[in-house]
């Protein structure tokens, strides 16, 4: 993939950012409709809703909800984000939570004071070190290779068509992952009839993933323009999370 550099700010270093990520299958049609020209649907039929909580340097946190889109740049696996909203008590992106409720992980994205995405795993804080798998937890190597950092997001060019489009991609570097585990996860879309997402039913639960990760965030960098992917659509492809609540 070629990148050129866009931003020259020295990385940020993220740490304790803790994510709840849940995988559903939903509408092909839908999901092409979502990506930019360049990106074209991975062939999973996949989206994924993230809630992120982490410190920040002024000594309170910041959570943030995203729905990500499997994809394809090229032939390169990236993480298309669809939309995003941060913590924010009030105005148009709502309010965003990330809270233990009992025993249970759950994550609540409120806009204009009504919710409109919850999603609750089972809460499990074991060290990764221990071998009680009961827990279903993950190594880092698995929990890496699960999370798929490449995030891209889709900046217009000024009034120009949907098509011509920028893209950035935010890489992570010199991730640590503290503690991860897989398990069964419940999730409820409500988005207004009038928003885009609303067309994204939600057919099948692949269950949810729970880690606690430090890292790098490097320099935005701009995807320099693709070739067409069509090519691509028909490789082997497999979503992230598994179905029956483990995560593949």
């Known amino acids: ?57 002024a000594g309170g946190s910041r959570t943030e909800f995203n729905l990500l889109i499997p994809a394809l740049f090229g032939t390169e696996r990236v993480l298309y984000r669809a939309y995003a909203a941060g913590d924010a008590t009030d105005g148009p992106h709502g309010r965003v939570r990330l809270l233990v409720v009992h025993d249970t992980l759950t994550g609540i994205l409120e806009l204009h004071g009504r919710p409109v995405a919850i999603a609750a795993m089972n809460y499990r804080r074991a060290d990764l070190l221990e071998q009680r798998r009961r827990f279903a937890a993950l190594s880092p190597a698995d929990t890496l290779r699960r999370l798929r950092p490449l995030r891209v997001s889709a900046l217009s060019d000024g009034g120009l068509p949907a098509m ?45 993933l729970h880690c606690v990760v430090d890292f790098r965030l490097q320099s935005a960098q701009r995807l320099a323009a693709a070739e067409s992917t069509s090519a691509v659509e028909a490789a082997k492809h497999v979503p992230m999370l598994a179905v029956a609540g483990g995560v593949q």
């Open 1 to 57: 993939m070629n990148l050129a550099e866009l931003h020259q700010e020295a990385p940020a270093h993220v740490s304790d950012r803790e994510t709840l990520i849940v995988g559903f299958d939903t509408d092909p049609v839908a999901l092409r409709a979502l990506l930019p020209w360049s990106l074209a649907p991975d062939g999973s039929n996949t989206a994924l809703v993230e809630f992120a909580a982490a410190p920040d340097p």
């Open 164 to 208: 011509r489009t920028r893209l950035v991609a935010q890489p992570w570097g010199n991730i640590r992952v503290q503690c991860a585990w897989t398990g069964p996860a419940s999730l409820d879309l409500l988005w207004p009839t009038t928003s885009t997402l609303a067309a994204l039913p939600v057919h099948a639960l692949h269950g949810g």
